[in-house]
């Protein structure tokens, strides 16, 4: 073999390697763009799931609240109902004493310590009410409300305007809870009335009554 023959053949030889070397390097570049492209996909996939995740923590918490308000707000419902068993109770008692001292009032003096007493446990029972946030209905000059008065009496009148409440027969009480007005007693009353209108607002009476006793006792069947 010649010389320049070899020249030749050691060129070509040089040139295969060089030729190699370009090959690999390029399989090179092509796995690790293929690597960052895995690895940008998996990225991606683990941030979507971690979005998921947070929406679902979000929603859970969400959930978690409206339960917690709900136990609370039915926790204060029962809580309120029982006031109610107790204060209706107190009620009764507190009337029953308002009778007492309205007769004590004709009583000799030498009785008056007596009266004095049942007096103070009169004002401490009112106090009570007054603390629980019970108070007395409004009446007379009022317009007739079914919901919060039952007509005792009529009072046949030119000089007031129908339905209007002239006196109270017995008071009335009703209770706040949350912006809510509860009765928890109607007041007993008398209305002016001309004799003409008399029947019909018996009957209107009447009817309203029977709404009430079928509110109730669909609350109850509740």
Known sequence: MTNKEKHEECQ????EILNLSREEKINEEIL???SLEEKN???EELETKNKDLYRQLLSLKADFENFR???EKEKQQKFFLGK???????ISLYEMFSQAIKSFDNIKTDQKQVVDGVKMIYSELESFLKKE???KIDCVGKKFNPLHHEILEFEDSNDVED???VSVLMEGYKIENGGEEIILKPAKVKVAKK??????TQKQESASNNIKEKINQDEKDE
């Open 12 to 15: 070509k030889k040089i040139e």
């Open 32 to 34: 690790l763009k293929q």
């Open 41 to 43: 996909k998996f990225i």
């Open 69 to 71: 308000k709900r136990v």
């Open 84 to 90: 109610i068993f107790v204060v209706e109770k107190v």
């Open 133 to 135: 946030g019970i108070t």
């Open 163 to 165: 339905n209007v409440i």
């Open 195 to 200: 004799v003409s209108n008399i029947e019909e």
